[in-house]
């Protein structure tokens, strides 16, 4: 009797586990449909206006790719996600940031803009000296003195008082993202030319 009751359970539990894995296919499917249906239903529209040629929907082989640096921005009409129509037309006489960026993918609607731009700081020539000479020292012919185009510190407190950076090399040069990595030994070898040019730092002082 209790592995008649057993089996049952097991048979139950193997039932539920189909019946789920079929309704997550399902929801899965219906979930792409919908986004293919809203990416139809959003999709861009050239109209014809001023420096514009004939309406022409995006994404078309056939019309040659207008030249459009320094003259006036087609006039086109699109969706927003809460389903209100904006167009071109509707900012006349102001500045206008288009930033395109999709949709068809379903739950993935997560936006990056890069909306900040700062001024390069010149880092400092004798810290950079002395950086430089403890790289050789502790790592010949595996530096190289370079410009970062990345924002740090160090480019805010050399607004105000001497600063260099150093940096360490990235597993694969993955860097700024949450699978970056370094090798133990190009740590140590980093604190080692740092605390070298630190220690030069202060005696030239």
């Not at 193997?14 to 999709?43: F, K, S, T, Y």
């Not at 030249?67 to 167009?87: C, E, H, M, N, R």
């Not at 002395?130 to 740090?152: F, L």
């Not at 090399?169 to 699978?179: K, R």
Request: neutral net charge; glycine residues 10%; proline residues 4%.
């Amino acid at each position: 009797m209790l592995n008649v009751k057993r089996n049952g359970l097991v048979f139950g539990v193997m039932v539920a586990g189909i019946a789920l894995l079929l309704w997550a296919g399902w929801h899965n499917l219906r979930e792409r449909r919908l986004a293919m249906r809203r990416a139809q239903e959003n999709h861009i529209v050239l109209q014809k206006g001023e420096g514009t040629g004939p309406t022409e929907e995006a994404g078309s082989t056939d019309v040659e790719k207008p030249k459009l640096v320094g003259k006036q921005a087609p006039g086109f009409t699109l969706v927003t996600l809460d389903g209100k129509k904006v167009s071109m037309s509707d900012f006349k006489g102001r500045p206008v940031l288009v930033n395109f960026w999709g949709t068809y993918c379903g739950p993935c609607k997560v936006e990056c803009v890069n909306l900040s731009r700062t001024m390069p700081t010149v880092m400092d020539d004798r810290f950079l000296d002395a950086i430089e000479e403890s790289a050789v020292t502790h790592a010949a012919d595996k530096h190289m003195r370079m410009p970062s185009g990345a924002g740090h510190d160090a480019q805010i407190l050399g607004l105000k008082l001497p600063a260099a950076m150093m940096f360490v090399p990235s597993i694969g040069g993955i860097s700024h993202h949450f699978t970056e990595n370094t090798a133990d030994d190009d740590i140590v070898l980093g604190c080692q030319v740092f605390a070298d040019a630190a220690a030069r730092i202060l005696k030239s002082n």
